[in-house]
Nanobody, 125 residues
């Protein structure tokens, strides 16, 4: 499975973007997730969605501002990022878990096996 992330850009604080992640060569596993990483820091889980029922989970830092969703076809996941803050600046990655990944493991990056190349979001103050 190949994942292609897009939609990043430079915005002012308070602005919004819609990130997209398209899968090819297969479909997403049990969970799809968005993660972000600032150079020199650890990768952070932002949001995950269970493909079968659309249930979601968010990092506390983005709760109420970001929304993860899935496309009608089983090959696209979105992340609507709103009320952006300078501390949201990072490279955002989408990823797909295994089909066997369980709920308790779904928020951890090590359980995701397919990764997109990342899209940069820069928020200026």
């Amino acid at each position: 499975v190949q994942l292609q992330a897009s939609g990043g850009g430079q915005v002012q604080a308070g602005g919004s973007l819609r990130l997209s992640c398209a899968a090819s060569g297969g479909t997403f596993g049990r969970y799809a997730g968005w993660f972000r990483q600032v150079p020199g820091q650890e990768r952070e889980t932002v949001a995950v969605i269970k493909w079968s029922d659309g249930s979601t989970r968010y990092a506390e830092s983005v709760q109420g501002r970001f929304t993860i969703s899935r496309g009608k076809a089983e090959n696209t996941v979105y992340l609507q990022v709103s009320s952006l803050k300078p501390e949201d600046t990072a490279v955002y990655y989408c990823a797909s878990s295994r089909t066997s990944t369980i709920l308790s493991a779904s928020f951890y990056a090590e359980n995701y096996v397919y990764w997109g190349q990342g899209t940069l979001v820069t928020v200026s103050s």
